[in-house]
Every structure is written in structure tokens, then in C-alpha cells.
């Protein structure tokens, strides 16, 4: 069989599945344990912030572990929307529906404005600076669409918010992104990055989570206090260790990958 749906899901890399292995047969502890067996599975699962980090131009504090991407943009979404009347939220009409159904399901409490698109899909960035006001809470957009292919011009896009609304959250969902462009928060001014490791030829199930460290982001499951009390719950070692493991070989051959791509 020959696979061509990369944008759906990825094989999962042999090296992937070998750290998993090893993460459940053989260094199971649970990370928020207090004896060494344990502790020393938090320090490992902290070098996989410190990896994402690393590629994406954050510090490793601000990356949080997860399910995938629909819970990220859910989080992303219902943690930075405020009960204040008057506010409005700013999206496309093309998004994941991990993003345009959450719209839906906000219309009746806040005004959804969508931007507007060329014939390609790319965002016009004067509709960001006509959108966007002293009301907007947040702007959520794909880095990358996940059926056009098209890859958005995040650092004018960013740029454009901020001019209108210093305040106003950016979220950026970048499950097509990650791993096969360079990202720089800090630059294109993203607040919040969405990833999913089953993108990126990790397994199914694990996903990440930035949030800028000033942004005051409600958590979206509560429970024992992992992940600095921003989302509860054990965490996945052996996926995490997986995502550490794919993500560096996505981004160490990023230049030879964009290379095979202009030949």
C-alpha cells in the first residue's frame, strides 16, 4: 500500500515505539511521585518541554503535555473567553472543527467574526486590523490548513493584532505545522500553540500545549494538580517520550526535507 494521508495521521516511527518500550516495561514510575524511581520520569518527561521549546522559541516552563490537538484548541478557546457581554471572538470559516465547532457552540454568548479569505484561502490582513478591536479576546487560526496546504503569514497576522489590541489573546493551531515549518512564538506574537503528535510520525494520543507565561489561562481539567495545576491528571510518559523522540527528528531534518520539496 502506498500512503499518501501524512495531514490525517503518520506511521509511527520505529524509534518512537523503541523509547516506548522502555518508558512502560521498564522506567514506569508515575512522575509525580516523590521517591527517585518516580522523580526521575519528571525530569525525563521535562526534557521533552525543553525540547519543544527549543524549536518554537519559548521556555521550556510554558509547554504543557496533553491528549492532541482538539484538546488543546478546547482549552485554548474556553480558558481565555471571559462571562463579560459585548466581547467578541475572531476566527475563518475554514478552521479545524476542533475550532470552528467551539464557535458554534459560543455564538449565543459572544459575536463570532470571521476573516476574510482570498481565493486561496489566505487571510487578508486588512480584515485582522477591521476585525480586530478593544472587544476582541482572542483570534484563532490555523498555522496550516489541513486540506489547502496553504500556510498563513502568522507574524503579520500577529503583528496586526497586537497593533489594534495588545490584550487580544493569538492562538495559533499548529497540528500542520509543527515539525515542518520553523515557528517563533515570540516573533509572530502567537500567546497559545496547539500541537498533536500523530502528525509528526509520533503516536496517537499525545499532544502539547504553549501558553505564554503571561497569559492567565483557566485550566480545562482539574484534578491532582499535574502540569503545574493547568491540566490534571498522570501523565502519558512513554507518549510524551515519543513526541520528544519524534519531534527532534522532524526538526534535525527539517532543511534537507525543504530541500527534496524545491527539486
Known amino acids: 500500500m502506498i500512503y499518501l494521508d501524512n495531514a490525517a495521521t503518520t506511521k509511527v516511527r520505529d524509534e518512537v515505539i523503541d523509547i516506548m518500550v522502555k518508558y512502560l516495561k521498564e522506567n514506569y514510575g508515575n512522575p509525580s511521585s516523590l521517591y527517585d524511581f518516580g522523580y526521575s520520569v519528571s525530569k525525563d518527561i521535562n526534557s521533552c518541554r525543553e525540547v519543544i521549546a527549543k524549536y518554537i522559541n519559548c521556555k521550556a516552563e510554558e509547554v504543557f503535555f496533553n491528549s492532541c490537538a482538539t484538546e488543546g484548541n478546547n482549552t485554548a478557546i474556553f480558558g481565555a473567553i471571559s462571562s463579560a457581554k459585548g466581547k467578541n471572538i475572531v476566527s475563518t470559516e475554514i478552521e479545524h472543527s476542533s475550532v470552528f465547532n467551539v464557535y458554534k457552540f459560543l455564538k449565543e454568548k459572544k459575536e463570532i467574526r470571521f476573516l476574510k479569505l482570498d481565493e486561496l484561502g489566505y487571510i487578508d490582513i486588512e480584515s485582522v486590523k477591521n476585525l480586530v478591536d478593544e472587544n476582541t479576546e482572542i483570534v484563532s487560526i490555523a498555522y496550516v490548513h489541513n486540506e489547502l496546504g496553504i500556510i498563513q503569514d502568522v507574524e503579520s497576522i500577529g503583528k496586526a493584532i497586537k497593533e ?100
Request: glycine share 10%; charged share 25%.
Open 164 to 263: 489594534k489590541n495588545k490584550k487580544c489573546i493569538f492562538h495559533v493551531d499548529s497540528a500542520q505545522a509543527f515539525g515542518k515549518v520553523n515557528i517563533d512564538v515570540k516573533k509572530s506574537k502567537i500567546d497559545i500553540l496547539t500541537l498533536s503528535g500523530h502528525k509528526i510520525h509520533a503516536q496517537k494520543g499525545i499532544g502539547a500545549i504553549y501558553v505564554n507565561k503571561n497569559i492567565n489561562l483557566r485550566p480545562f481539567v482539574l484534578g491532582g494538580g499535574q502540569e503545574k495545576d493547568f491540566r490534571s491528571g498522570t501523565e502519558n510518559v512513554a507518549g510524551i517520550m515519543g513526541l520528544k523522540v519524534a519531534t527532534e527528528f522532524m526538526y534535525e531534518n527539517l532543511d534537507n526535507r525543504k530541500n527534496i520539496w524545491k527539486t
